[in-house]
């Protein structure tokens, strides 16, 4: 088994709930993993891969929901995405609120400078990402 292959498997059993999601051909959200941390706390995680070189820094904008609740909570958080390399794998972590209720997290990649965003392939008229919601 080549290093890269036991890099993949070691990954893979990381990622509880895999996406598998190409946006643009530069990144492919590779899924995530959700888990308590005590008393109304948990942490997600979101993998990606790089898939091409990025010459900009991209925003990644996360959004919670909270069920019974109006609006969302913004978690976003700017990624060094200017200094992925092609083919690697990139984690990201939030501690986040997590009371008894159900949440819901919907993120995506963009540029506020130019407002520019990744599209997804699968669905080109959509840049979200929506994880729908967890208990």
Sequence with gaps: MTRLARVEEM???LVE???GINLDDKVEVVGYTLRRQGEGQAELRL???ALSAMAEDYT???HRYREG???FENLDRRLGTSRWRPGRMYEERWSVPLGEEKVRFVFGLWRWEDGSRLWRKDAPQEHEIDLGWIE
């Design 60 to 62: 990644l904008w996360l």
């Design 11 to 13: 990954v893979g059993s």
């Design 47 to 49: 993998y990606f891969r």
């Design 17 to 19: 709930q895999r996406l």
């Design 69 to 71: 609740v109006e609006g």
